[in-house]
């Protein structure tokens, strides 16, 4: 289980034949770095703030409503 943990996967047999796999579980990393998301965002196209805030708007206003309504 140490080797599994630290990155290892095995393979499980009976009689010679594969019937399984120990594979490690990939973690969800829950932070991203700054430096590696300054580096994904270089590439990101601009954002029209005044264009946003208007889609905000319009997403609350609709949602504003009874659902009821619908």
């Not at 700054?34 to 965002?41: G, K, Q």
């Not at 990101?44 to 208007?54: E, G, K, M, S, T």
Request: aromatic letters at 6%; zero cysteines; hydrophobic letters at 40%.
């Amino acid at each position: 289980m140490d080797a599994v943990e630290h990155g290892q996967s095995f393979t499980v047999t009976r009689d010679g034949h594969r019937i399984a796999e120990l594979i490690p579980l990939r973690r969800r990393r829950r932070l991203v770095p700054r430096e590696e998301f300054v580096a994904m965002s270089r590439n990101a196209p601009a954002v029209d703030l005044v264009a946003f805030r208007a889609d905000q708007q319009a997403a609350l206003d609709d949602e504003a409503g009874s659902p009821y309504d619908r």
